[in-house]
């Protein structure tokens, strides 16, 4: 559900100056009420298959990589566990990128009403695969792929960076016994406050460049990449406008954080 809000926010008055545009969704909670109105309570889960799918490969591959970069001792140099996370998110987005791009489109679907940003209109996650591969080919399923990369790197680096560091440093402190259920919660919570403050820009950029409209060629009509895109919101709505619907990605992320790696610290050391 959280996902689903923080997408409508984050498309909403794209490319408009602050106060020109109507505003279906204000904030977390009414965001939530708005969606229930016009889709229904299942119009919360809109693009479930696809996002399980996205966070399945996405993850998959970021833990399998990182855990991989740990056993080797790369962890351990200066810096590494930034260098390991981000390399690690950058595989992870690449992979997970078709999936992405499929969720964003069935999550921004709404009635005319209410609908922000461009409505791909399609009947189903098969439907949406289906119709991208047969109008732009293998290379459209990879469409924004340019803002997935940095989004889940920076995203990955510091997520795993400081719930490593905020782990041990419970733990250093006795606050609680090194290895305990509490001491990866605590470092999981003050993961997923950094993460939200860092990631939050790039996660709006992401989703503009994929839900963005295409030419026939599979250009983007608004944006022509991931700089320009940067550029295009911080001009039209601000800077602030590049931290739409940071609320609903804290509230995504820190639940989301402190369960992926708490249950992944656990199957683990199991």
Same mark, same amino acid.
Request: charged residues 15%; glycine residues 14%.
């Given at each position: 559900?959280?996902? %689903?809000?923080?997408?409508?926010? &984050?498309?909403?008055?794209?490319? &408009?100056?602050?106060?020109?545009?109507?505003?279906?969704?204000?904030?977390?909670?009414? /965001? /939530?009420?708005?969606?229930?109105?016009?889709?229904?309570?299942?119009?919360?889960?809109?693009?479930?298959?696809?996002?399980?799918?996205?966070?399945?490969?996405?993850?998959?591959?970021?833990? #399998?990589?990182?855990?991989?970069?740990?056993?080797?001792?790369?962890?351990?140099?200066?810096?590494?566990? =930034?260098?390991?996370g981000a390399v690690a998110g950058a595989v992870g987005a690449i992979v997970g990128s078709p999936a992405y791009l499929v969720k964003t489109h069935l999550q921004a679907q709404t009635l005319?009403?209410?609908?922000?940003?461009?409505?791909?209109?399609?009947?189903? @996650?098969?439907?949406?695969?289906?119709?991208?591969?047969?109008?732009?080919?293998?290379?459209?399923?990879?469409?924004?792929?340019?803002?997935?990369?940095?989004? %889940?790197? %920076?995203?990955?680096?510091?997520?795993?960076?400081?719930?490593?560091?905020?782990?041990?440093? %419970?733990?250093?402190?006795?606050?609680?016994?090194?290895?305990?259920?509490?001491?990866?919660? /605590?470092?999981?919570?003050?993961?997923? =406050?950094?993460? /939200?403050?860092?990631?939050?820009?790039?996660?709006?950029?992401?989703?503009?460049?994929?839900?963005?409209?295409?030419?026939?060629?599979?250009?983007?009509?608004?944006?022509?990449?991931?700089?320009?895109? @940067?550029? &295009?919101?911080?001009?039209?709505?601000?800077?602030?406008?590049? #931290?739409?619907?940071?609320?609903?990605? #804290?509230?995504?992320?820190?639940?989301?954080?402190?369960?992926?790696?708490?249950?992944w610290d656990k199957l683990r050391n199991m």
């Amino acid at each position: 559900p959280l996902e %689903v809000v923080k997408t409508r926010l &984050q498309l909403q008055g794209e490319l &408009q100056p602050p106060g020109t545009y109507p505003r279906p969704y204000r904030g977390v909670l009414r /965001a /939530a009420v708005a969606v229930c109105r016009a889709d229904g309570l299942w119009g919360l889960q809109k693009g479930l298959a696809a996002g399980l799918l996205y966070q399945g490969l996405m993850n998959g591959v970021r833990f #399998y990589c990182y855990s991989h970069a740990e056993d080797a001792g790369w962890t351990g140099y200066p810096g590494g566990t =930034v260098a390991a996370g981000a390399v690690a998110g950058a595989v992870g987005a690449i992979v997970g990128s078709p999936a992405y791009l499929v969720k964003t489109h069935l999550q921004a679907q709404t009635l005319s009403a209410v609908a922000v940003g461009h409505q791909h209109n399609h009947e189903s @996650i098969f439907g949406a695969f289906k119709s991208i591969y047969q109008q732009h080919g293998v290379v459209g399923l990879w469409r924004g792929v340019t803002g997935a990369v940095p989004r %889940v790197a %920076v995203g990955s680096a510091v997520q795993l960076a400081t719930f490593a560091s905020a782990k041990d440093w %419970v733990c250093e402190r006795q606050w609680f016994r090194k290895g305990s259920w509490a001491a990866v919660l /605590a470092g999981g919570m003050v993961s997923g =406050v950094a993460v /939200a403050v860092t990631m939050t820009p790039f996660d709006v950029i992401s989703t503009r460049l994929y839900n963005q409209p295409v030419n026939a060629d599979g250009t983007g009509k608004l944006y022509r990449g991931f700089m320009d895109c @940067i550029l &295009q919101i911080s001009s039209k709505e601000g800077l602030l406008g590049l #931290y739409k619907g940071i609320g609903a990605v #804290y509230f995504r992320l820190g639940p989301h954080t402190v369960l992926s790696l708490f249950f992944w610290d656990k199957l683990r050391n199991m």
